[in-house]
């Protein structure tokens, strides 16, 4: 994640307006704005499985969301792109606007080399802001491995890692059981030689 302009501060307003007219997208943080790169064909792959995966088991009681939607944490003034956003329930908006949710309870992150060590640590801290959140998803593009961090009651995080193509992931925020084979259809991992 690389600052567009480190030196001026913007508004979310700011923000938002350019975002709509940009040949990119970026997130907002603490006023300042962030290009995002660009997925691989992994990336892209593991995103719209996860994201389609969801959005047909949860029909009905929840709604699985893509990249597209961006998630606003209030109480840090952010407004971030999960690769997969999950909001159950009533959904609330940021000032009514349809593509930037306030209450995931789920968020999904496809890592990237440049961007993991963010996503696991800084973004992670982050959304921890929001009341609704309760898990934590952190898929690897380079080998069928998901990472999960479940909210307890009294607060903390409680850690899960589930490898293998064979393996089954249970994400227990909304009570459903996916094989990693669905999530990683149609991915080529490369191989050492």
């Given amino acids: 994640m690389s600052a567009l302009k480190k030196e001026k501060k913007y508004t979310p307003e700011e923000y938002l307006a350019l975002e709509e007219k940009a040949e990119y997208r970026s997130e907002y943080l603490d006023g300042y704005i962030f290009k995002m790169a660009g997925g691989t064909e992994a990336h892209i792959t ?77 973004k992670f801290l982050i959304y921890q802001n929001l009341e609704s959140f309760q898990e934590y998803v952190l898929i690897s593009q380079n080998q069928p491995a998901v990472q999960q961090y479940i909210r307890q009651t009294d607060g903390t995080w409680r850690y899960k890692a589930t490898i293998g193509l064979n393996s089954e992931v249970t994400f227990e925020s909304v009570e459903t059981t996916i094989s990693l084979s669905e999530i990683f259809d149609l991915v080529e991992f490369e191989t050492e030689e």
């Fill in 46 to 122: 593991i995103s719209f499985n996860a994201a389609k995966i969801f959005a047909d088991k949860l029909r009905g009681k929840c709604r699985a969301y893509p990249s597209e939607m961006k998630v606003w944490v209030e109480k840090v003034g952010t407004f971030f792109y999960p690769d997969v956003t999950v909001v159950c329930g009533e959904r609330k908006f940021y000032k009514g606007r349809r593509d930037i949710v306030e209450n995931p309870i789920l968020l999904i992150e496809v890592l990237s080399e440049s961007t993991k060590e963010y996503d696991k640590n800084d």
